[in-house]
DNA sequence: GATCGGGTTTGGATCGATCCAGAAGGGGCC
DNA sequence: GGCCCCTTCTGGATCGATCCAAACCCGATC
């Protein structure tokens, strides 16, 4: 293979290849292939020629040559969920942030796809197919979950945030958060501050992240021997539903303070107690879920759970590695406990 | 190159290969490249003929064999900026959805990597080189912006959000938004509501974005003969400073709204209201900048000029398929005009 | 009937890396 | 010295798609 209409290998404009580093140390491409990836089958003075070479000419891997020959991509799919509007969500963000930084030292990249659309499922088949990523990670594991029942049949790799709710046969690795400790935390934290009527604010009953917080609630206040009754409350995740559940429970309940499943509700409730004149924190205690940039930026803070999303990360991206290394793997749940920062409103 | 050690093409765990159904569509592997990538070429019952093969088969071509010859990875790279916790930033989120989703339709993926760490350049090189994207959006052209500069030299195909200020001989394809023109229609929404005395909340003079968001409110205000003197303050980008900032000018220019370059200084003035127990919107009306989640979900609601982040996807993945598809292009800028959303504290 | 031209179709070469089997090189041991 | 072994290095084949130049087909033209 002669390369005598190329330009010299000076020249920046064409990226010098494997070859070109082999003719300029004098060896063969193998083993300028092998100073790369399995240095230490080189000897000490071949392997110092070749990387003098790498570094003169400057070259760096072709990626798409690579991923053909060895079959991996190193990118790691991620589908984005639709945005929603007027929720405090953060949580996503910080996570994908968590991913990308963790996924970059494990020499993984992290491809976002779109899956809007009526197919959730839109996305993964063609990325997979085509050899585009190695693997995904999966977010959205609410009821359900068709992503994760399908790449399981597909034996796709993957790993899921979240746990297989509902599916206690799924045999694929997860981590996910403990809610229940979180809210427990939480209303422990209330119940040390003097409050015995806690209400809870948290979403319908179908929503399995949702009954799991919720018990963390119900769990503390019975250990200490108060009731829960008449101080709950099941609504849709949004401002005005914590608004109006807030309104009702203050009027029918009396209750001191707030535990709330989203920073949203939290958010409504603070609504609730703004118009009535109250002060969060003073008259009235709330906490919220997620520590999202809401709870941190509004007067006079919100106390919120805080999921450990940096070690969620972590925790997935090792998965993943061990995934990818053992087509056989077994899948195995991990579950981390979030940890609550207190701030004015409590 | 006959395939007699493999298993049938009707197994799953295999993906058919182009020749697979080039020789089950007895036809060519040219033939099926055409049909996939020019289905003008072919004769009508031809490409039927290797379309249903193509369907029968589920053949969907291999990334990275065609990146290799393409010399294209169809693949767009994103720098995730450092999380900034303790902000209302909710803008790069909603940029990010937008991007994903505009550059699907172009037939592009967006590749995340992170450029935390001392040296911003970091990881654009290597991607670069390694032929693992096909360009860049960069989306923090603050002042001075190394990567605008460097991936310029570089002849780097990139698209930024974002003018490049002051750097007037920048000729590489942008998209940004009027900031100015933003900020003047909250002011002018202010003055239509009867305020006079408006101030500012800003950001530190050496800020080319928040001295363009200043010179909006005050062209405003001159425009219809008043004042801005002592009405105006440049502090970090915090709740405490705006929290700060706003009670000074409470106590010494007697503001009756105040118009800040983002919504976390709004947040802040948010702050001062409370603690002086005054009424947003009712005593003081507050105007913020990004429309981020906490404005969407505050209490009474945060008036807040709103970036058309959508459009901006639409025009950076325009730029970036003629900029791809013309090596020689010219880069233009282009500026879009953000809209106000009115809400309750105004 | 042979030639021409166009739209179609074909097979070989190629992109740049890694896999694989085998060939040098250099000691140690009998 | 000869043999064997282990480390180090080599060159051909390969991954799966696209580029390229040439061949094919078939009706229109002379």
Redesign the interface.
Known sequence: MERTTRTPSRHPAV?PTLADVAERAGVSRQTVSNAVNNPDLLRGDTLARVQAAIVEL?Y??????R??RT?A?H?IGLR?SP?Q??????A???F??SL??TS?EAGY??????G?GPDPLE?YD?LL????VDAFVVTDTYLGNPQATWLRERRAPFVAFGRPWGDDDAKHPWVDVDGAAGTEQATTHLLDRGHTRIAWIGWRKDSFIGEDRRAGWSRALRERGHSTTGLASRVEDT?WSGREASAVLLDEANPSAFVCASD?LA?GV??TL??RGLHPGRDIAVVGFDD???A?????GLTSVRQPLEEVAIAVVRSLEDLLATPSYVGEGLLLTPTLTVRGSS
Chains 1, 2 share one sequence.
């Open positions: 990226a400057g760096v891997p072709n990626r798409a040559a991923n053909l079959r991509s990118l984005m945005v509007e007027g929720t405090a969500n953060a996503m963000d910080r994908v942030h990308v930084w970059r990249h992290v491809l976002l796809f779109s809007e996305g063609d197919r085509s050899t585009a401002v949203t958010m603070l609504h703004a118009e999202s940039q809401v941190q930026v509004v007067h006079p």
